[in-house]
């Protein structure tokens, strides 16, 4: 049995931000797994979110927020590698976490007995897990993945890594990264701060110029009267692609504000700003669901809402900043 850290799934205490009460629940699969691996490994995941200060309407879809590689050296000295399979993915994986090396991949859902009750079982959908434990003899998987720590066996662990026996087949290796920690270092909050306001400074420069709702009202204007013919599952695709990325990315940003600057005057401001991006798109995506299901049209006045908030908190961003700096 090849295991990195000694923890087990029933006494796994998830971090903070996947306990308390939140407008969403899970961001993405790898900023979750992310703030959930950082957390075992006893370092803070929140100095690494600058990049939730910078999503942009991508054309047919919101940025896909993630943490930036750059920053979890900077700042905890891991360094994450691509990992090429060039044996069987389980040999690949194997040979990394006997290594000490927690490795991230792309694993299917459909086996991943954390997603009960939506993809197992159900549905083949692509999501990031980091490896923790790999027994191969017991056919075990101790993994990541959204808001904790989980294990997987048996005819599970056959189909996942897509093993003979199993009725699965891999046409493709997946992504894979693998995290070299013989760096890490575990620093004061005060430096953590001092690197994290640096971060902020270069994402400033990666703020969109354009009105990133703006851009997306004149897209869904069109994509709405798409989605009165497509199914219900079509919808979910769509949600997840834009107000969940945005909504999400947002309430991560009012999180990430609050612990770098705490309750200042200006602070306070920028956090109920991204507080009410997040809340009203919530809200909006329910109305949008029911709207789609009695075929009827939605209210799109939310969007200038949307639009003059990001503007505010796009200004006050900057100013709070460049005077910080």
Partial sequence: MLKILDIQPESYVRHKIHLQERDWAETNCYVDVWIELLHALKLDP????AFSLTPDFEGDQWTFFKFQLNDLYDLYGLEVQELVIWK?????????????????????????????????HEAHVKSTVAIN??????????YFHAQGYYELSGNDFDEVFALPEANTKMVLAPYVEFVKTHQMVKRSDDELRSIARK??????????????????????????????????EKFHEYAFVTFRQFGACFEVAANFIEWL???TEHSSKLIELYKHLSNITKVYQFQLARALARKKMVDLKVFDELAATWEEARSLLIESFSQSN
């Fill in 261 to 263: 600057e705490g309750k």
């Fill in 46 to 49: 929140m100095p690494a979110m």
């Fill in 88 to 120: 069987s993915l389980l040999e690949n994986l194997a040979e990394q976490v006997a290594m000490g090396r927690p490795v991230l991949v792309e694993l299917d859902s459909m086996f991943l007995p954390d997603t009960a009750g939506t993809a197992y």
């Fill in 133 to 142: 434990l790999l027994d191969i003899e017991n056919k075990r998987l101790g």
């Fill in 199 to 232: 971060k902020v400074t270069r994402q400033l420069k990666q703020l969109p110029d354009t009105n990133p709702f703006k851009k997306f009202q004149q897209r869904f204007e069109k994509d709405f009267t798409w989605l009165l013919e497509q199914p219900t």
